[in-house]
T-cell receptor, first 111, second 113 residues
């Protein structure tokens, strides 16, 4: 089955700096890569996703890049704000299959 | 108000007892999932169902059971065979099998006492 690894497990940045979280996956058949944000005590919510036919996707301060050859994808958050503090999960999925999640990254943005 | 609802939010169980966690969605989603969340281990799939009256085991199905008699409902039973049931349980749904956004419930924290 698919194996998703996520790094780092914790990340602290100063407000206004950028944050990068990286994930690798093992199954080349995976074709959908979402990122979820889970604030303390709340449910995970999708913040951005990318499909295997696209190399990069942006949504305001958030971007995701995908390297299919190397089987890794990354989340980039620019101009970080305190409200970006949360746990972020990456995931990989194939058509008709379940999502395989990474172990999560706890991001702290220091004001 | 559309969404996915889990109940209860907190649940306490005595050792040796079965307990059922509720998950209901009014999004008209075909697929539903149960995940277990433990510190440092991310979300691990217990069971999933892509259609009524059908479900598949995930990576950690031992000690759990599910049913999918209605499209809207996907209850999870934690049986006494689950050796370490204390955890945070999340239910999710997706529109279909086409790899779309998963919507999560607010979770149930189960504690064995």
């Amino acid at each position: 089955g698919e194996n998703v690894e996520q790094h780092p497990s914790t990340l602290s940045v100063q407000e206004g700096d950028s944050a990068v979280i990286k994930c690798t996956y093992s199954d080349s058949a995976s074709n959908y890569f979402p990122w979820y944000k889970q604030e303390l005590g709340k449910r995970p919510q999708l913040i951005i996703d990318i499909r295997s036919n696209v190399g990069e996707k942006k949504d305001q301060r958030i971007a995701v890049t995908l390297n299919k050859t190397a089987k890794h994808f990354s989340l980039h958050i620019t101009e970080t704000q305190p409200e970006d503090s949360a746990v972020y999960f990456c995931a990989a999925s194939m058509f008709g299959n379940q999502f395989y999640f990474g172990t999560g990254t706890s991001l702290t943005v220091i004001p | 108000d559309g969404g996915i609802t889990q109940s209860p939010k907190y649940l306490f169980r005595k050792e040796g007892q079965n307990v059922t966690l509720s998950c209901e969605q009014n999004l008209n989603h075909d697929a539903m999932y149960w995940y277990r969340q433990d510190p440092g281990q991310g979300l691990r799939l217990i069971y999933y169902s892509q259609i009524v009256n059908d479900f598949q085991k995930g990576d950690i199905a031992e000690g759990y059971s599910v049913s999918r008699e209605k499209k809207e409902s996907f209850p999870l039973t934690v049986t006494s065979a689950q050796k370490n049931p204390t955890a945070f349980y999340l239910c999710a749904s997706t529109r279909d099998r086409m790899n779309t956004e998963a919507f999560f419930g607010q979770g149930t924290r189960l504690t064995v006492v």
